[in-house]
C-alpha cells in the first residue's frame, strides 16, 4: 500500500501562487509516475500535471507556463508550484502515484480557493 497525504492548499487572490506538496509513505517501490489531478464543482476530475520518474513531465494546456511539478526524492514528496493563480483554478487537487503497470493510489485532496 502507497499512503498521500497533500498539504499546502487554501485561499488566494488572483494573480497569487501557492505550493502544494504531496508527501508519499508505504511500499514506494516501483512507483513510475506522480501526478496532480484537480477536481472543480460540478466538473470531473482532470490530470493537472504528471512527471515520470525519468523526469519527464506532462501538464494541462491550461496550467502550462504556469505551474510546474517536481518531486524531492529525499522527503518522497511530489509538489505542485502554481503561480498566477486564476479563479478557474479553483478545485480539489489530489495527488496520484501510479505503482507498477496498472495500481494507482489516490490522496483525499486539499482545497484551493481562488478569489478575491
Known amino acids: 500500500q502507497v499512503q498521500l497525504v497533500e498539504s499546502g492548499g487554501g485561499l488566494v487572490q488572483p494573480g497569487g501562487s501557492l505550493r502544494l506538496s504531496c508527501a508519499v509513505s508505504?511500499?514506494?517501490?516501483?512507483?513510475?509516475?506522480m501526478a496532480w489531478y484537480r477536481q472543480a464543482p460540478g466538473k470531473e476530475r482532470e490530470l493537472v500535471a504528471q512527471?515520470?520518474?525519468?523526469?519527464?513531465?506532462n501538464y494541462a494546456d491550461s496550467v502550462k507556463a504556469r505551474f510546474t511539478i517536481s518531486t524531492d526524492n529525499a522527503k518522497n514528496t511530489v509538489d505542485l508550484q502554481m503561480n498566477s493563480l486564476k479563479p478557474e483554478d479553483t478545485a480539489i487537487y489530489y495527488c496520484?502515484?501510479?505503482?507498477?503497470?496498472?495500481?494507482?493510489?489516490w490522496g483525499k485532496g486539499t482545497l484551493v480557493t481562488v478569489s478575491s
Open positions: 508505504g511500499s514506494i517501490f516501483n512507483i513510475n509516475v
Open positions: 496520484n502515484v501510479r505503482r507498477g503497470p496498472v495500481t494507482y493510489y
Open positions: 512527471i515520470y520518474s525519468g523526469g519527464v513531465t
